[in-house]
């Protein structure tokens, strides 16, 4: 079993960039592809960085993607913050038998 | 395009059994593997539950082994969480969501969840 440790918020302000961490707690972060999801208040998880820094079509390319094998960690960057992507932002992995999902990080734009 | 719409979730008493469905379409469903996440009101996302493409495996949370049931029924393109046994830590929206693969790897797309409250 393992854990998906991420700071439970950010802020910053518009054009600014944030970076958010995930820690995996127990085991090699590179194990398996790390997935990040934003949800909008009110709204449905959505996909907008898959297998580490995989950009699915329609997420504008602010968003990036990146492991740190060093610190076990990935990190989630939206550079040129804008008011739209103030939400809740959650890391994911998985092993053979479940999903595993990071504890979130409420992104706030000032 | 790829639509998953859950049936409306529900009020069932602690001890009580209340079922979840949903209906895929746009896809190829008996391709992907499809999973449950559910999310405490205020809180952050929990997965409950998958099943592999051709139904023949099955995963659990430790939270909710030996009370929910996950199955699906490929010829009408439909994934069904049977819950058992609820408790009031069971509130939350239900989430179906599609996987990436034919087994778990990641969750591509996120249908617009069923709230189910447990409570006496």
């Known amino acids: 079993n393992f854990m998906l440790i991420q700071p439970p918020s950010v802020s910053e302000s518009p054009g600014k960039t944030v970076t958010i961490s995930c820690t995996r707690a127990n085991g090699n972060i590179a194990s398996n592809y790390v997935q990040w999801y934003q949800q909008r208040p009110g709204s449905s998880p959505t996909i907008v960085i898959y297998?580490?820094?995989?950009?699915p079509s329609g997420v504008p390319d602010r968003f990036s993607g990146s492991i740190d094998i060093s610190s076990s960690s990935a990190s989630l960057t939206i550079s040129g913050l804008q008011t739209e992507d103030e939400a809740d932002y959650f890391c994911?992995?998985?092993?053979?038998?479940?999903?595993?999902f990071g504890t979130g990080t409420k992104v706030t734009v000032l | 395009e790829v639509t998953l719409v859950e049936s409306e979730g529900g009020l069932a008493q602690p001890g009580g059994s209340l079922s979840l469905s949903c209906a895929a379409s746009?896809?190829?469903?008996?391709?992907?593997?499809m999973n449950w996440v559910r999310q405490a009101p205020g809180k952050g996302l929990e997965w409950v539950s998958g099943i592999s493409a051709s139904g023949a495996t099955t995963y659990y949370a430790d939270s909710v082994r030996g009370r929910f049931t996950v199955s699906r029924d490929n010829s009408k393109n439909m994934v069904t969480l049977q819950m058992d046994n609820l408790r009031v830590d069971d509130t939350a929206t239900y989430y179906c969501?599609?996987?990436?693969?034919?087994?778990?790897?990641?969750?591509?797309?996120w249908g617009q969840g069923a709230l189910v409250t447990v409570s006496s």
């Open positions: 746009g896809f190829s469903f008996s391709t992907y593997a």
């Open positions: 297998e580490d820094d995989q950009r």
């Open positions: 994911q992995s998985y092993d053979s038998a479940k999903h595993v």
């Open positions: 969501a599609k996987d990436r693969s034919e087994r778990l790897l990641w969750l591509e797309f």
